[in-house]
């Protein structure tokens, strides 16, 4: 199936750029969050099956039917809200593999190139720096998170059926419990859209890390932490503030979209699971258009840097 | 026959090193052009700047084009291939292949695949699984199935054995070569390319040394073996440099009538490395 997807058809510069990426970081893009869905799915059939059933939620420990009894009893606002908050709980392993995935990806987006001296073929093919920075760009913020999401997706049914099977010689009905309670649709449109809100409120960061990997001579991963980590100890140590780490920190966790007007920490918990709505709201706050600004700019010198980098 | 590459006070600096002074140069259609110099003559740096690989100084125009703002669109009609290192070790030929068909309008994929058919090169390798020959097989297939108008070789045969780079050049005059193209090539083994060139260009420290068309350099050039008893009238006779090996004595002479020479001894066409090595040697007006 995912052949058929990415078969170039013919003259289609921009669709090469991206089959380029996939070819180049199959691993970042599939193979990584699929050995995590892989190595969850084994765990929790280990688990369930053969050690004792236990689950733990909230520090507490149950067994699957206990669980089950123990949700049933609840008011139906309350399962779903706990179905759902499970469901996504168990998107972050994938996420968070996929996470390291972009920025890895991005650091080495215009490094390796430069390492195995390949620029030399790349830059004999008539594309612009400008395409090939984006391509690039487009694959670390958009191709890497939504293939994880769709992994993600895979994960969840997976957690569905084998919460059905174990109501089985119950007298509990998976459907009521576990598959109209969980509302999946719309939990998978609002993670894609969280993903999209993301990757824009992160993208100066990103956009950092893809200037550096044109610049470094070696380990972009240092060129893009030390410098910056000095900054902010100088800024901590002279002025007093925080504004850096607050900046970045605000970004890489993508704090932004999930704090209400209240500010960091009141409202904010990794378990409230935005609409879709309230995600792309956040795009109203003027530090949304500022990030965006910064990233352009550092995109814009990553791109002349390119231009005029031959080996 | 069109001029296709015209540089003029063509210079680039890296900080206070000059790699490349003032030069002006002309190339036409349909020329295989050989360009020669020591290492860090500015062989590479010329090649750079005509392929807009690097910033440079001064005025060039490729097909129309200024190489740098434009190399995107320069390399429509332009390939090149620097040395067996430049394709990604991940990709697979098949993947260069289709990456290659993607971003060339002219790119003729049946050319491609007929001629990797030929070789032993399997398809669905990885780049750092073939040997070097196969990986300069790869890339002569992919770039001889556009139909460039320049084709831009930067020491293309290097780490090679004598058996891949005969049938490298075989390849190139077979496949390639026509007189709507033209061919620019650095090799240090400028012996196995004099054969095919029709131009050369000597580099020395960043400047022209000498730029020629081949029929002028054998018109112009010649080596003298003379008799033991006119060594010394040849010596006398201002050549532009003298050898000695295994007790013969040569000389190699700049623009001395044929028929005076060989009043003195055996006179033959000059090779390009002999003049080569005459013109880096710098006792010469040339």
């Given at each position: 199936?995912?052949?058929?997807?990415?078969?170039?058809?013919?003259?289609?510069?921009?669709?090469?750029?991206?089959?380029?990426?996939?070819?180049?970081?199959?691993?970042?893009?599939?193979?990584?969050?699929?050995?995590?869905?892989?190595?969850?799915?084994?765990?929790?059939?280990?688990?369930?099956?053969?050690?004792?059933?236990?689950?733990?939620?909230?520090?507490?420990?149950?067994?699957?039917?206990?669980?089950?009894?123990?949700?049933?009893?609840?008011?139906?606002?309350?399962?779903?809200?706990?179905?759902?908050?499970?469901?996504?709980?168990?998107?972050?392993?994938?996420?968070?593999?996929?996470?390291?995935?972009?920025?890895?990806?991005?650091?080495?987006?215009?490094?390796?190139?430069?390492?195995?001296?390949?620029?030399?073929?790349?830059?004999?093919?008539?594309?612009?720096?400008?395409?090939?920075?984006?391509?690039?760009?487009?694959?670390?913020?958009?191709?890497?998170?939504?293939?994880?999401?769709?992994?993600?997706?895979?994960?969840?049914?997976?957690?569905?059926?084998?919460?059905?099977?174990?109501?089985?010689?119950?007298?509990?009905?998976?459907?009521?419990?576990?598959?109209?309670?969980?509302?999946?649709?719309?939990?998978?449109?609002?993670?894609?859209?969280?993903?999209?809100?993301?990757?824009?409120?992160?993208?100066?960061?990103?956009?950092?890390?893809?200037?550096?990997?044109?610049?470094?001579?070696?380990?972009?991963?240092?060129?893009?932490?030390?410098?910056?980590?000095?900054?902010?100890?100088?800024?901590?140590?002279?002025?007093?503030?925080?504004?850096?780490?607050?900046?970045?920190?605000?970004?890489?966790?993508?704090?932004?979209?999930?704090?209400?007007?209240?500010?960091?920490?009141?409202?904010?918990?990794?378990?409230?699971?935005?609409?879709?709505?309230?995600?792309?709201?956040?795009?109203?706050?003027?530090?949304?258009?500022?990030?965006?600004?910064?990233?352009?700019?550092?995109?814009?010198?990553?791109?002349?840097?390119?231009?005029?980098?031959?080996? | 026959?069109?001029?296709?590459?015209?540089?003029?006070?063509?210079?680039?600096?890296?900080?206070?090193?000059?790699?490349?002074?003032?030069?002006?140069?002309?190339?036409?259609?349909?020329?295989?052009?050989?360009?020669?110099?020591?290492?860090?003559?500015?062989?590479?740096?010329?090649?750079?700047?005509?392929?807009?690989?690097?910033?440079?100084?001064?005025?060039?125009?490729?097909?129309?084009?200024?190489?740098?703002?434009?190399?995107?669109?320069?390399?429509?009609?332009?390939?090149?291939?620097?040395?067996?290192?430049?394709?990604?070790?991940?990709?697979?030929?098949?993947?260069?292949?289709?990456?290659?068909?993607?971003?060339?309008?002219?790119?003729?994929?049946?050319?491609?695949?007929?001629?990797?058919?030929?070789?032993?090169?399997?398809?669905?390798?990885?780049?750092?699984?073939?040997?070097?020959?196969?990986?300069?097989?790869?890339?002569?297939?992919?770039?001889?199935?556009?139909?460039?108008?320049?084709?831009?070789?930067?020491?293309?045969?290097l780490g090679l054995d004598i058996i891949y780079r005969k049938k490298f050049y075989h390849q190139l005059l077979e496949d390639f070569f026509d007189e709507d193209r033209t061919i620019l090539i650095t090799t240090h083994q400028v012996d196995e390319i004099e054969n095919i060139l029709s131009q050369v260009i000597f580099i020395r420290e960043g400047e022209i040394a000498l730029e020629a068309d081949m029929e002028e350099i054998t018109e112009n050039w010649m080596v003298l073996n003379p008799t033991a008893d006119n060594i010394d009238a040849a010596r006398a006779s201002s050549p532009?440099?003298?050898?000695?090996?295994?007790?013969?004595?040569?000389?190699?002479?700049?623009?001395?009538?044929?028929?005076?020479?060989?009043?003195?001894?055996?006179?033959?066409?000059?090779?390009?490395?002999?003049?080569?090595?005459?013109?880096?040697?710098?006792?010469n007006d040339a």
């Amino acid at each position: 199936m995912i052949a058929s997807i990415i078969k170039p058809g013919g003259y289609n510069p921009f669709k090469a750029l991206m089959l380029r990426e996939y070819w180049e970081n199959r691993r970042a893009i599939f193979t990584t969050p699929l050995v995590i869905m892989g190595l969850s799915m084994v765990l929790i059939i280990i688990s369930m099956g053969l050690l004792g059933r236990a689950i733990h939620i909230d520090g507490q420990s149950y067994t699957l039917n206990e669980m089950i009894a123990n949700m049933s009893a609840q008011k139906a606002q309350n399962i779903s809200t706990h179905i759902n908050q499970i469901l996504m709980v168990s998107t972050l392993p994938i996420m968070i593999g996929a996470w390291f995935c972009m920025v890895f990806t991005a650091l080495g987006s215009l490094y390796d190139e430069r390492k195995d001296n390949s620029i030399l073929f790349w830059k004999s093919m008539p594309v612009s720096d400008l395409q090939t920075v984006l391509a690039k760009l487009l694959n670390v913020m958009l191709v890497i998170p939504f293939v994880a999401i769709g992994f993600t997706f895979i994960f969840q049914i997976f957690l569905l059926i084998v919460g059905s099977f174990s109501t089985l010689g119950t007298d509990y009905s998976a459907w009521d419990l576990l598959w109209s309670s969980s509302n999946l649709p719309l939990l998978v449109f609002s993670e894609l859209t969280y993903m999209v809100m993301y990757s824009l409120w992160a993208l100066p960061v990103f956009a950092w890390f893809m200037l550096v990997s044109v610049i470094a001579k070696r380990s972009p991963l240092l060129l893009a932490t030390i410098p910056v980590a000095l900054v902010i100890l100088f800024e901590t140590l002279f002025f007093h503030s925080e504004y850096l780490a607050r900046f970045i920190g605000m970004r890489l966790t993508g704090a932004h979209i999930l704090q209400t007007d209240n500010g960091f920490g009141q409202n904010f918990s990794i378990l409230g699971i935005n609409t879709p709505l309230e995600n792309i709201q956040s795009a109203a706050k003027p530090e949304f258009w500022i990030g965006l600004g910064i990233a352009a700019a550092l995109l814009y010198a990553a791109i002349l840097l390119r231009k005029r980098s031959s080996l | 026959m069109t001029t296709i590459i015209t540089a003029q006070n063509l210079s680039k600096s890296f900080g206070s090193f000059q790699a490349l002074k003032n030069v002006n140069l002309t190339i036409k259609k349909g020329q295989i052009v050989g360009i020669i110099g020591a290492n860090g003559a500015g062989k590479t740096t010329l090649l750079n700047s005509i392929l807009g690989l690097s910033v440079y100084d001064g005025d060039l125009n490729v097909l129309g084009f200024d190489p740098y703002s434009q190399r995107d669109e320069l390399m429509k009609e332009i390939c090149f291939i620097s040395d067996v290192a430049t394709l990604p070790k991940w990709i697979k030929v098949s993947e260069a292949i289709d990456f290659v068909e993607g971003v060339h309008k002219s790119f003729d994929r049946k050319k491609a695949l007929a001629f990797l058919a030929g070789t032993t090169v399997p398809l669905d390798k990885k780049i750092r699984q073939l040997s070097k020959g196969m990986v300069v097989q790869v890339h002569l297939a992919l770039i001889m199935s556009i139909d460039a108008k320049i084709l831009v070789l930067d020491e293309p045969t290097l780490g090679l054995d004598i058996i891949y780079r005969k049938k490298f050049y075989h390849q190139l005059l077979e496949d390639f070569f026509d007189e709507d193209r033209t061919i620019l090539i650095t090799t240090h083994q400028v012996d196995e390319i004099e054969n095919i060139l029709s131009q050369v260009i000597f580099i020395r420290e960043g400047e022209i040394a000498l730029e020629a068309d081949m029929e002028e350099i054998t018109e112009n050039w010649m080596v003298l073996n003379p008799t033991a008893d006119n060594i010394d009238a040849a010596r006398a006779s201002s050549p532009a440099s003298e050898q000695s090996l295994l007790g013969r004595t040569s000389f190699i002479f700049n623009g001395v009538s044929r028929a005076e020479l060989e009043k003195l001894g055996d006179v033959s066409r000059v090779s390009l490395s002999d003049l080569f090595v005459t013109l880096m040697k710098g006792d010469n007006d040339a």
